[in-house]
T-cell receptor, first 114, second 113 residues
Framework: KNQVEQSPQSLIILEGKNCTLQCNYTVSPFSNLRWYKQDTGRGPVSLTI?????NTKSNGRYTATLDADTKQSSLHITASQLSDSASYICVVSATTSGTYKYIFGTGTRLKVLA | EAGVTQSPTHLIKTRGQQATLRCSPI?????VYWYQQALGLGLQFLLW???????NRGNFPPRFSGRQFPNYSSELNVNALELEDSALYLCASSPRRTNEKLFFGSGTQLSVL
């Protein structure tokens, strides 16, 4: 069964600190993995995408890693800011005969405190 | 360039009523996806339309239905509303049947009283 699990469910950190969010997946056939940021009451916005052959991708203070062997990904946030407070969603895409399926994790809710 | 737009922003209905949610994709995008996000839960896939046809459907009852118009905009209809239908309904679009990232609208917050 295609599944994406994220941990922790929620996280509280102080402004300026670093944090790492985890994503484990069992999706086949794997196409790519994206991290989305969702502000409260808004739609998710794509942060990074990684394909099977990529193991690191950065977008400013966000760095995503992918280990295709262990089927794990992480999102590392450096020098957190108050605006980083949001839900972070891991989405794995599977491709079968030209049909694309997006499997969403339940997200990690991050709260950055001043 | 306009993003994905959804209307209305908020919708309040009572049990048993019907709700219609609308979505306009980014210009040039032919695929439209609908998701339900209940409070505190992850996104649950509802429907996928591409070029006017329903391509895939999530594990939801038949009272959740929709359609895609020739201009690629889409409607989601929910009949016989139940209290547990209260959720944020998100629409996303992507270029035709590609594996590109999804662009999401801001959603419609449906409250069923």
């Amino acid at each position: 069964k295609n599944q994406v699990e994220q941990s922790p469910q929620s996280l509280i950190i102080l402004e300026g600190k670093n944090c790492t969010l985890q994503c484990n997946y069992t999706v086949s056939p794997f196409s790519n993995l994206r991290w989305y940021k969702q502000d409260t009451g808004r739609g998710p916005v794509s942060l990074t995408i990684m394909t099977f052959s990529e193991n690191t991708k950065s977008n400013g203070r966000y760095t995503a890693t992918l280990d295709a062997d262990t089927k794990q990904s992480s999102l590392h946030i450096t020098a957190s800011q108050l605006s980083d407070s949001a839900s972070y969603i891991c989405v794995v895409s599977a491709t079968t005969s030209g049909t694309y399926k997006y499997i969403f994790g339940t997200g990690t809710r991050l709260k950055v405190l001043a | 360039e306009a993003g994905v737009t959804q209307s209305p922003t908020h919708l309040i209905k009572t049990r048993g009523q019907q709700a219609t949610l609308r979505c306009s994709p980014i210009s040039g995008h032919t695929s439209v996806y609908w998701y339900q996000q209940a409070l505190g839960l992850g996104l649950q896939f509802l429907l996928w339309y591409d070029e006017g046809e329903e391509r895939n459907r999530g594990n939801f009852p038949p009272r959740f239905s929709g359609r895609q118009f020739p201009n690629y905009s889409s409607e989601l209809n929910v009949n016989a509303l139940e209290l547990e239908d209260s959720a944020l309904y998100l629409c996303a679009s992507s270029p035709r049947r590609t594996n590109e990232k999804l662009f999401f609208g801001s959603g419609t917050q449906l409250s069923v009283l």
